[in-house]
């Protein structure tokens, strides 16, 4: 794949990150605890906020596929690693079905804003803090595990940044909820920064001139 390409990838999953972190911040989830009017009056509050995230949410889902698939195509340079890659490219999918679900219950709560009982906003709550997580926190751990493996195997990318997928993949299966999708977000963000300075063509090029 050439450097151009590889450039536009990390651009990708610079641009996933940040919708990602814009949907999050927009609006801050009630805990699965609170009371049925605390949760209905947060989310009628922050409505406005519910479906920017929404959009966001779906946004970021269909940027985000793509954005995989290609980073699939990168690291699958042969035929075990491609294998890794794309069970990690499954791990990928499950995230994004977790986003789908999410941005879906967003949006279902802006919609019945003023339309629903309270307690039908505690029950989308809970969803969106516990039925998400148990799509993206697996989802999350097999695509950081697969892609950190297939990396240090291919070479393609610095070893350390598959070692470090490895760590963070570990760190979404005991932490799901709590930082499943940090994990995710903080790898992808240190994987693109590498593949936009990273120049495999040059550093051969040098090391060639130097056995000159």
């Known amino acids: 794949m050439n450097l151009t390409m590889r450039r536009w990838i990390a651009i990708g999953g610079l641009v996933f990150v940040v919708l990602i972190v814009l949907a999050v911040t927009l609006f801050s989830l009630p805990g699965t605890h609170g009371s049925a009017a605390t949760v209905a009056n947060s989310y009628a509050a922050h409505k406005s906020a519910v479906g920017v995230s929404a959009y966001l949410i779906a946004v970021a889902v269909l940027e985000g596929v793509f954005y995989f698939w290609y980073l699939r195509d990168l690291i699958?340079?042969?035929e075990a690693t491609?294998?890794?890659?794309?069970?990690?490219?499954?791990?990928?999918?499950?995230?994004?079905?977790?986003?789908?679900l999410a941005g879906g219950l967003?949006?279902?709560?802006?919609?019945l804003v003023g339309h629903a009982?309270?307690?039908?906003?505690?029950?989308?709550?809970?969803?969106?803090n516990d039925t998400v997580a148990f799509l993206l926190g697996p989802g999350v751990a097999i695509f950081l595990i697969a892609t950190g493996a297939a990396l240090i195997r291919s070479g393609v990318l610095p070893k350390w940044l598959g070692w470090l997928g490895l760590i963070a993949g570990v760190v979404a299966i005991v932490l799901p909820v709590a930082l499943g999708p940090y994990a995710a977000g903080f790898w992808i963000l240190v994987a693109s920064i590498v593949m936009l300075v990273h120049n495999?063509?040059?550093?051969?090029?040098?090391?060639?001139?130097?056995?000159?």
């Open 76 to 78: 699958g340079t042969a």
């Open 117 to 128: 009982p309270a307690t039908t906003f505690q029950t989308l709550n809970a969803m969106q």
């Open 106 to 111: 967003y949006w279902t709560a802006y919609d």
């Open 82 to 100: 491609k294998r890794l890659a794309t069970i990690g490219f499954a791990g990928a999918l499950l995230f994004a079905g977790s986003g789908g």
């Open 200 to 212: 495999p063509v040059g550093r051969r090029a040098a090391s060639l001139s130097s056995r000159a």
